[in-house]
């Protein structure tokens, strides 16, 4: 069964930094593509970035451009989000997710396999 624990959430000042992490196990993960979600309370889930299986090619939502990053490394079966100048408005709970096949989608329905998340707080 295939299986996403995501871990690296917490509470960080404005202009941190935090870097999270999707351990991937169940699945050939170096033959789908992935992305991170994100859901603030009261609105609706959000692609935050995608990548496809061999990494030649990402997505990012506008907001995030610029100071996150994507990542993976196919021999451990982990993905990888890096982010830098977080501010409060990307407080949310987080979730890596299994995409279809080697290209990303940006429909959420498009994942049939979600973790449970890891919670960023962004506050002074």
């Known amino acids: 069964q295939d299986r996403l624990v995501e871990s690296g959430g917490g509470l960080v000042q404005p202009g941190g930094s935090l870097r999270l992490s999707c351990a991937a196990s169940?699945?050939?993960?170096?033959?789908?593509?992935m992305g991170w979600f994100r859901r603030a309370p009261g609105k609706a889930s959000e692609l935050v970035a995608a990548?496809?299986?061999?990494?030649?090619?990402?997505y990012y939502t506008d907001s995030v451009k610029g100071r996150f990053t994507i990542a993976r490394d196919n021999d451990l079966n982990t993905l990888y989000l890096e982010m830098k100048d977080l501010k409060p408005e990307d407080t949310a709970l987080y979730s890596c997710?299994?995409?279809?096949?080697?290209?990303?989608?940006?429909?959420?329905?498009?994942?049939?396999?979600w973790g449970q998340g890891t919670q960023v707080t962004v506050s002074s």
């Open positions: 997710a299994e995409g279809q096949g080697p290209f990303f989608s940006l429909a959420p329905h498009s994942y049939p396999a």
């Open positions: 990548i496809t299986l061999n990494a030649d090619n990402s």
């Open positions: 169940g699945f050939n993960f170096d033959l789908y593509s």
